[in-house]
């Protein structure tokens, strides 16, 4: 397609293809844009158009997936520039540690608990616990890498229930 038909056929159909955007963008100036930006990726692209189909259904595809890469473009641009008092609120809301000891404490309960694991699958999660990677962790025990995210996927299930069989009863204190 030469760029005097690209033109012509941009010009029959401009109408209808701003209707579209207009629709999609509900507003008249994000419609403006958003045509004006699939018209000269149509532009750019218009060697991949094949002659004899439906010029305007080529460039609705055009609008419409422009579209979606500028709203996927925005939410990612809307999330990272959140005001910082958001972060603060979901920090805040977390359970966090008040101090060292309590935190070693904890540690040391959930070593007695893998203590409890049979060692197929204690053994990979300690491993892969202390940093090591699935594939070295598979080659060190002479096994698959599938057999190895298995067995750390059943010890972190079975540690999950135990602590929150823990967590469920009652504290005594004495």
């Known amino acids: 397609m030469t760029t005097l038909e690209f033109n012509q056929e941009l010009t029959n159909v401009k109408s209808t293809l701003f209707s579209f955007a207009l629709k999609l963008t509900k507003d008249y100036q994000d419609a403006q844009d958003l045509f004006q930006d699939a018209a000269a990726r149509g ?61 070693d404490m904890r540690i040391q309960e959930i070593y007695r608990m893998l203590e409890n694991i049979n060692d197929i699958y204690r053994i990979p999660f300690i491993m892969h616990y202390q940093g090591y990677e699935y594939k070295d962790i598979a080659e060190q025990l002479g096994l698959p890498i599938g057999t190895i995210k298995s067995r750390l996927h059943t010890a972190r299930t079975m540690l999950k229930n135990m602590i929150s069989q823990k967590e469920s009863l009652p504290q005594v204190i004495q």
């Open 43 to 103: 532009f750019r692209y218009c060697s991949r158009f094949e002659m004899g189909t439906n010029f305007r259904a080529w460039m609705a595809t055009i609008i419409r997936n422009t579209f979606i890469n500028k709203c996927r473009a925005n939410q990612k641009r809307r999330t990272v520039s959140e005001p910082i008092e958001t972060f603060t609120y979901s920090i805040e809301s977390q359970n966090i540690v008040a101090n060292q000891g309590e935190m």
